[in-house]
């Protein structure tokens, strides 16, 4: 990898500077539930849809006033959406009490006080919507959120072509269900025309069942509704575990010095270098309530001339790093007792 020469140090710990002075601009607050008290009026579907969770709202009245903060029912309910919730009240009928601890880990993703809606809960809501049952039961059934963020949300940078096949399958192992190994809804709906790609690598390409291609017009209408929009994909990134996914999944290291591209253009281009990569991350991590700024570091061995800039955040007061603004990309590093001494993101 290449790194950012002497005279760009300035720039970059400027950037640092300006960035963790404005831990509070722009921050998300809570969508209103139109399933509680003080929500939207009812239409004819969402009055239908209070009746059709009426389970839920007596067992779980969290959960039914967090589905009501989906951005898909914010406006009004259509049959689809309604469909989807039917589908819904029917999957946490089946098994209650799993249901609920599913959901109690979801709820824990991000700050409820600070965050629009809980972004697990959308996810397994598209599954629902998309017609995707059986792939829903077996979420439920065996839910880890890294499952349930490859089954829905795009995955690009598994299925770059250039790649071997064999790394490929590695980097697949990781969005597999639990005890399959052939398990139908893995990747194959996560919105990402380039899935295909990956099919043709595997050796069981029928047990994906890939729903999409390059002429299916809805298929691509429902990738732009749900990724084209740069404001409703910021409000969705609302944790840092949601953040790194999607940077991890989606953003390439693209070499160039200093700061160059907006954070509308790096989530246009998927593009960037460590620089704005971590402006994106550091924007993204203070809407969700997060302190967080720009550190930049010298890699183990080197001169500060070769800075490398990373994201240090904070949960619970203690030190986190997020790593992706290179062409492995690290993740998320801690929690770390200091910054002095941690050879994590120094090993270059």
Known sequence: MKYVQTRELIGLLVLSMLIAGCASFDRTQPNISILSAGGSP???NAASAERVLAAIAERNALLFEELGKLPELQDSINDRELAALKHFSMLYGENTARFDLVFSQMYRIGKPEVR????????????????????????VAHYSLEYLLCATWPTPNLYDISWPSGKIKKAAKGCESTGSKTNPYILTHSLDLAGYYLLKETDDPEAFEYGGDDNDSNFMHIKTRRWGNFKAVVDRLNAPVLIDFYERHNLRYDYYLGARRSNR???ESKRANCVDTTQFTVYCLQRAGYRAEGLSVP???R????????TKFYVRGRIFIMDNGRSDPQ????PLNSIEGTPYWLNY
């Open 303 to 310: 001169t500060p001339a070769d800075a490398h800039l990373v």
């Open 265 to 267: 253009t790096v989530f």
């Open 299 to 301: 890699p183990e061995g």
């Open 42 to 44: 009812l239409d004819d």
């Open 331 to 334: 993740g998320i590093a801690g």
């Open 116 to 139: 629009k809606y809980c972004t697990p809960l959308q996810a397994l809501f598209w599954l629902l919507e998309d017609g995707q049952l059986q792939p829903a039961r077996k979420i």
